[in-house]
């Protein structure tokens, strides 16, 4: 072992002193400075969790946990950033109070990313300076340079503006113009050199979920990422490419016109 957790081309180091265990026989509580492979104690009412690391595979294309509005639930924006070696890096914004999840505050707070190309789902339960060592600490393998990654048709979908908080202004999206913003995205056709990815988490980025007919979990997301330093798309099932200034005002008139 080289002291890094490794799933597919994800890898993150162990924290000096931490403990890393596969699921346990029985059911427990996890201790202090523990890393969980493949399963996550993180939503077990149960315990209190304390500087707690799990790291899974998920099976399949799926939206970051919770990310999608069902039946009303909140929906919030989307953080992108990009990770050492190129690969995306998703996880959800905070509230008002806190917009950057990566912010300086007292209590550990767990966050989440989605490495998708690497098919990484990773849960954090740590501190700022931990959070931001462990963070730090990940890397990526490059990924062959292409379009954005899509399937063929579209059903429906939401689009999630880049806002701190999204819920009162995701809009849902019909058929006939989930098929309108799939043809717009299958239009942008330059792809973005390796060492030239971009994003930060503190640049905007609006998110498009669609939905093909054959559902959920096989649905399209792509984030795009608007700033003053980074102009970039990617999708959940791979490919990255550089946008038009002004896409995301674009794709929000296309899904909200009668």
Known sequence: MDGRIHLGG????????????GKPAVDGCIPAKTVTLGWSPVHDGRCRLDRIISVSGEGGPRPVGGLVTIAGNPVPAIAQF?????QPAYTGMGGHDSPDPFGARPDPRTVSLDIPW???FVELNLGHDDLTRAIASIRTTPMPPGVLTLHTEAAAGYFVPATEEASTNVVDVNEARA?????RLRALTEVVPPG???GTVDDPAAAIYLFPRHGF???DLVVITESDTCAQATSLLGGRVTVPRGLVDELRTMVSAP
């Open 10 to 21: 994800f890898s993150m180091a162990v924290p000096d002193g931490w403990s890393v265990v």
């Open 118 to 120: 690497s098919n990484a």
């Open 179 to 183: 098929m309108q913003v799939l043809a």
């Open 82 to 86: 990009t990770l050492p070696g190129g």
């Open 196 to 198: 030239q990815e971009c």
């Open 217 to 219: 979990p096989s649905n």
